[in-house]
């Protein structure tokens, strides 16, 4: 079992900055590929970035050059910084886990690929 634990989300304004965290406790060792989603009202789940246990990392498009995902791994803490988040960027931001074993793909990048989910996190943009 992995329990998941989002922090830091918020009210930010257009072109600021805000830190996500999630922490991970449990049977962390069987931790592969750890990844953000969000999903905004209306809107599909989208995944929004993903690192693996080698740190091999992806970003959605969207985001390339603003968020960057990294992973402290004596933390047991994957972050995701967000720089100059636009409005469109608002949603419930969840972090997950992938146990057990690497995905095909170069990350995880399915929901359904992941095992373990936080509660999540609301980042609202606005100014």
């Known amino acids: 079992q992995v329990q998941l634990v989002e922090s830091g989300g918020g009210l930010v304004q257009p072109g600021g900055t805000l830190r996500l965290s999630c922490a991970a406790s449990?049977?962390?060792?069987?931790?592969?590929?750890m990844g953000w989603y969000r999903q905004a009202p209306g809107k599909q789940r989208e995944l929004v970035a993903a690192?693996?246990?080698?740190?091999?990392?992806y970003s959605v498009d969207s985001v390339k050059g603003r968020f960057i995902i990294s992973r402290d791994n004596a933390k047991n803490t994957v972050y995701l910084q967000m720089n100059s988040p636009k409005p469109e960027d608002t949603a419930v931001y969840s972090c997950?886990?992938?146990?057990?074993?690497?995905?095909?793909?170069?990350?995880?990048?399915?929901?359904?690929?992941?095992?373990?989910w936080g509660q999540g996190t609301q980042v609202t943009v606005s100014s």
């Open positions: 449990g049977n962390i060792f069987s931790i592969y590929d």
């Open positions: 690192i693996t246990s080698g740190a091999n990392t």
């Open positions: 997950a886990a992938k146990v057990g074993y690497y995905c095909s793909g170069y990350v995880c990048s399915a929901p359904s690929e992941y095992d373990y």
